[in-house]
Antibody
Framework: EVQLVESGGGLVQPGGSLRLSCAAS????????MNWVRQAPGKGLEWVSY????????YYADSVKGRFTISRDNAKNSLYLQMNSLRAEDTAVYYC??????????????????WGQGTLVTVSS | SYVLTQPPSVSVAPGQTARITCGGN??????VHWYQQKPGQAPVLVVY???DRPSGIPERFSGSNSGNTATLTISRVEAGDEADYYC?????????????FGGGTKLTVL
């Protein structure tokens, strides 16, 4: 069974830092692209960042570029999001999401077929 | 940046057909994906690549995409379909690549 479990959320002051982790199990983590998506309280979904299976290709939303860093450790089946210079508007539930496996046909990159349950990040003084 | 426009809400009686639209400039040239999110839960992929369904998603869920509008159609709506629905596309230009979500549509089953 595919499982994605986020951790590392919590309360942090504006300007502070936090590192989120996503532990993956039930599939060959190193073969899948991964993403972080966030959802502010009562709001819609906002994509945050993408990382390829090898980690060689990375994309960020403009809203977090230069402040957030996505990374992965395929040996530990883990995905990370280092968040620096946090702002009140970064307050959200953060989800890690796995991309559909790309078999060489169909659109690319692939949409998200499994999501974790999310971890809440609150930025407040 | 690319913008996806969804109606904030759609209401439908049980057994009827719900249609949720997602508007974007020439969206017909992109692949559109749809997610369902129930309160307190993570999103679930219900349609991808305009009209394909992941395993386990009922045939009642279907999608289409043409011109400036993509549509998620839910046939024979059930009470359990009440949820927020989001469309998604990949936007790639010369200087930027990113996933874009629509603002979401709340489906109410009357």
């Amino acid at each position: 069974e595919v499982q994605l479990v986020e951790s590392g959320g919590g309360l942090v002051q504006p300007g502070g830092s936090l590192r989120l982790s996503c532990a993956a199990s039930g599939f060959t983590f190193s073969s899948y692209e991964m993403n972080w998506v966030r959802q502010a309280p009562g709001k819609g979904l906002e994509w945050v960042s993408y990382i390829s299976s090898s980690g060689s290709t990375i994309y960020y939303a403009d809203s977090v570029k230069g402040r957030f860093t996505i990374s992965r450790d395929n040996a530990k089946n883990s995905l990370y999001l280092q968040m620096n210079s946090l702002r009140a508007e970064d307050t959200a539930v953060y989800y890690c999401a796995r991309a559909l496996y790309y078999y060489g046909s169909g659109s690319y990159p692939r949409p998200f077929d499994y999501w974790g349950q999310g971890t809440l990040v609150t930025v407040s003084s | 940046s690319y913008v996806l426009t969804q109606p904030p809400s759609v209401s439908v009686a049980p057994g009827q057909t719900a249609r949720i639209t997602c508007g974007g400039n020439n969206i017909g040239s992109k692949s559109v994906h749809w997610y369902q999110q129930k309160p307190g839960q993570a999103p679930v992929l219900v349609v991808y690549d305009d009209s394909d369904r992941p395993s386990g998603i009922p045939e009642r869920f279907s999608g289409s995409n043409s011109g400036n509008t993509a549509t998620l159609t839910i046939s024979r709506v059930e009470a359990g379909d009440e949820a927020d629905y989001y469309c998604q596309v990949w936007d790639s230009s010369s200087d930027h690549s990113c996933w874009v979500f629509g603002g979401g549509t709340k489906l109410t089953v009357l």
